[in-house]
């Protein structure tokens, strides 16, 4: 399966549900399923825990998980800077590479994990590797930690997408957390 599409599919996962969100989610985790076995059984255990579950409970789940705990937002620069000088110098990088990538923006910031699955899909594979241990991978490993011992559902997401990000970049368990966005995003 093309590397694109993976990652692609998991930034789906880290928008706000729609009514596909749950097909959406199984699909995914078909997909990984040869790539990232346990990554495809973190996403299916996740399944079974919405099961039963409107559209609206899975979003106010995920409002609650992402959107009314910072800790757990998706904006990585608050987790690498919090609101320091550095996180502004995140969102104009990041803004930079989406239009390098001819990445189109959305509501979100330009530091959402969406914005940067999308950006580690496109650039070229050393550049993602540093990207990914510099950035992407510190902040998932905030929220985490964050997560840890809560019994969130939504948890399953992160860890996830932590797991395929380590497979395809092995060599990000040597690297440091960014001290500068301008390190990673030349």
């Known amino acids: 399966m093309d590397e694109r599409v993976i990652f692609e599919m998991l930034a789906d996962l880290l928008r706000y549900p729609g009514e596909d969100y749950l097909p959406h989610l199984s699909d995914c985790a078909r997909v990984l399923a040869p790539v990232d076995p346990e990554a495809a059984r973190l996403l299916d255990e996740l399944m079974a825990r919405l099961e039963g579950r409107t559209v609206e409970q899975v979003q106010e789940l995920f409002i609650q ?100 990000l380590r497979a395809r970049y092995p060599l990000c368990a040597d690297m440091e957390p960014a001290p500068s966005p301008l390190r990673v995003l030349p």
Not at 106 to 128: C, G, I, Q, V
Request: charged share 30%; net charge negative.
């Open 65 to 164: 998980s992402f959107d009314l705990s910072p800790v757990c937002s998706l904006e990585m620069g608050w987790h690498l800077f919090g609101e320091n000088y550095e996180r502004g110098a995140l969102l104009v990088r990041m803004r930079q590479e989406l239009r390098r990538y001819g990445l189109p923006e959305s509501d979100e910031l330009p530091d959402h994990l969406t914005h940067a699955l999308a950006l580690l899909s496109r650039m070229e594979p050393e550049r993602a590797e540093e990207f990914a241990g510099a950035c992407v991978l510190p902040a998932l490993d905030k929220m985490l930690a964050a997560l840890e011992g809560k019994e969130d559902p939504m948890e399953s997401i992160p860890q996830a997408i932590a797991r395929v």
